[in-house]
């Protein structure tokens, strides 16, 4: 990290007229990111990890400015299912920097995903369950494969992200070896894999360092089988602060304690940050609608809710949010909750001093350039958001906002 490239942005670093010039321009909610931002956070990585292949995990944020923007600078593209495979590919990802991570996956994913991986010479097909392999053959694929493990050893910054010790992910670390070894006989075995989890902080540092140890000893075993394996993917899961008192992550002793713990292999290490790479690089602009007083304080009503930004509801994660409107910084400031439009008590971003909120100011919520708009959905008959991409001066659309008319164009017509 250095001063161009400090380890965070923070929310206060964006620029309030910018921000209510995109507001203006595009209406709320808004997301808005900023793509230098995001060359920034890869650059980063990229250089507390020389030796290794970094992949985005695409599901962070999959609009196509920003897979073009981190190819362009090297990363490969990580995906989660089909419709992110065909994305990324489709963005112009070369094949060889992509990965298909295949979680439990559908038939129809699977027919996607053989067929272009024939198009696309070098995707490699990560497979977490041994009869993955038969439906694979099924199709006639016989190309490249990562055999995802189960590491037995979880982190993250909430339950629901923790994978590693999941037995829905990978196949068992002890029939791993064997696995790869009988697979080399119809596909090409090229990988290893492992994630932790999501969110992982300074503290999860000894898990890391643990599943990083294990697939070094998997990756031994399986090259003294006569497997010449390309890669060692120790996954993603690098956290990021979401609130001012918190630490960025040590990417360089991270870095340091992989090398370390990865020990003696052949292979390339390859990491697949999503978080890291995008958090810092969005946040989302929302209106006031409402200010209201009650007996248990008061409750400010913003356009964005959980059908926007889900992550509060779902993992009470915080992020925060920051009263953009002009002149807002000279106010007092008071305690608020901020709640969403949707018909559920659930639907907060949680509780915030802000300087006093007034019918239409612009607040903005930091951190959402990550697992924001992909985790937007269409409840309540709420349309999705916009969402634009900033390039130095230019800023352009990367989804517009969606209708009602979008929400209902999927139902077949009926006869009333
Ligand atoms: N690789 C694999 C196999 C993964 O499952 C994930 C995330 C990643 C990489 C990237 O993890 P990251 O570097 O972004 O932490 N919606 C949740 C996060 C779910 C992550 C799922 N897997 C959230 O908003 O916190």
Known sequence: PTAENPPVRRLADWSPERLRELADDHGTPLYVFDLDRARQNYRRMAEAFPEADVYYAAKANTARPVLQALADEGAGVECASAGELARALDAGVDGSHVHYTAVNPPDRDLDVAVRLAEEHPGVTITVGAEDTLDRLADRGYDGRICVRVNPGVGAGHHEKVTTGADAKFGVPYERAADLAESAAGAFEVVGIHAHAGSGISGEDLSAHRDLVGRMGELARDVEGRGIDLEFVDVGGGFGVPY???????DLEAVAEATREALGETEATLAVEPGRYLVADAGVLLTSANTVKETPSGVVVGVGAGMTTLARPAIYDAHHEIRNVAPGADERPSREVTVAGPVCESGDSLGDHWLPDPQ???????????????????QYNSRPRPASVVSDGDDARLARRRETIADVTAVEPEVDR
């Open 243 to 249: 609130s001012p008192d918190e630490d960025p992550l």
């Open 359 to 377: 019918r239409g100011d612009l607040l903005a919520v930091g951190n959402a350039g990550a697992y924001g708009y992909e985790m937007a959905s």
